[in-house]
């Protein structure tokens, strides 16, 4: 029995106090009609990344990300087509990328991850572990601040926080542990919302990494 060989990739980025996920509209079977992360078989000449971001670009539209390989889904029955197995990818990108459906994709649009539809094959399953490599990641990388526009408010990073790791983080504690961090620069700009304005901030890499080489972690 021939084994197929197909790609996957999990896009997350943080807009409207949610983080949602990319998902295209299937235009041809199986599954037409249903939401489905981007993907699909991978050619003779190219390797899995290659796939995957030339899948994204034809389905999407988007360009200049940085996948990194999350995980295999080799369910026999995963695919109505026949043994098809399946290299999932993860990505993190700012919000306001735009978008442009093609390929076999009759929509794009990024949807909250706490509102997903039903999703074609075992695409839930490598959204849940997608998630679970994003939980892990805010201990002792960049991936929180992939996520945000490159100046954001302190209430957005503690949202985002929040929202990842699905449970509250005290305000006082959160705050004064960024400030020891010393990763955030105060800007001398500020942001409406709500009552009052929020100050801005910006990440300093360099500091980040300074800190990760002494093996300092990041949890909350």
Not at 180 to 208: S, V
Request: charged letters at 30%; a positive charge; one cysteine or more.
């Amino acid at each position: 029995m021939a084994i197929s060989l197909t790609v996957d990739i999990v896009v997350f980025t943080f807009e409207d106090s949610a983080l949602k996920v990319l998902l295209v509209r299937r235009r041809n079977a199986p599954h037409r009609g249903r939401m489905a992360l981007p993907g699909g078989f991978v050619k003779e000449k190219e390797n899995l990344e290659q796939a995957a971001l030339r899948e994204l670009r034809e389905e999407t539209g988007l360009h200049h990300v940085s996948p990194e390989q999350l995980c295999s889904f080799g369910d026999p029955r995963r695919d109505p087509r026949g043994r098809v197995v399946s290299i999932a990818y993860l990505a993190l990108v700012a919000p306001g990328r735009p978008l442009h459906a093609g390929s076999d994709a009759s929509e794009a649009a990024w949807l909250p991850l706490n509102k997903l539809p039903a999703l074609a094959f075992d695409h839930r399953q490598m959204v849940r572990c997608a998630l679970q490599r994003l939980r892990n990641k805010l201990d002792y990388s960049t991936a929180g601040f992939q996520l945000l526009p490159r100046k954001f408010s302190l209430p957005e990073l503690q949202t985002l926080y929040e929202t990842v790791l699905d449970r509250e983080l005290d305000k006082r504690n959160f705050r004064k542990k960024m400030d020891l961090l010393g990763i955030l620069k105060r800007l001398k700009e500020w942001r409406r919302t709500g009552r009052k304005p929020a100050r801005l901030y910006t990440f300093i890499p360099k500091k980040f990494e300074r800190l990760k080489d002494k093996g300092i972690l990041f949890p909350f």
